[in-house]
């Protein structure tokens, strides 16, 4: 069993950055697929970025290309999500999420593993 726990949400101006941080638990990790995902009021939760075991490779919603970073640090078991040029779009629940396979998956795949989410507000 994997758990994550996210952190580094807050309340931003827009045009601000912020860097979520999601901590797992385990000794698996750096056999794991990363993702971020955001859930807006009254909206479906919708894909951001994930990034592959080793970091090699990335994907990005076409919304947060250029202003979005995915990272991870397999020694302290921490995936990030910097967010520059934050917009009041932005404004969401964000969870990081896990996946038992090491390669990026598809963006309609399921994750494995879900955080409690971390909210971020961007004030226009």
């Known amino acids: 069993q994997v758990q994550l726990v996210e952190s580094g949400g807050g309340l931003v101006q827009a045009g601000g950055s912020l860097r979520l941080s999601c901590v797992a638990s385990g000794r698996t990790f750096a056999s794991y697929a990363m993702g971020w995902f955001r859930q807006a009021p009254g909206k479906e939760r919708e894909f951001v970025a994930a990034?592959?075991?080793?970091?090699?490779?990335?994907d990005y919603v076409d919304s947060v290309k250029g202003r979005f970073t995915i990272s991870r640090d397999n020694a302290k078991s921490t995936v990030y999500l910097q967010m520059n040029s934050l917009k009041p779009e932005d404004t969401a629940v964000y969870y990081c999420?896990?996946?038992?396979?090491?390669?990026?998956?598809?963006?309609?795949?399921?994750?494995?593993?879900w955080g409690q989410g971390t909210q971020v507000t961007v004030s226009s």
């Open positions: 999420a896990g996946y038992t396979s090491g390669g990026v998956p598809p963006r309609v795949v399921e994750p494995d593993y």
């Open positions: 990034i592959s075991r080793r970091g090699g490779t990335t």
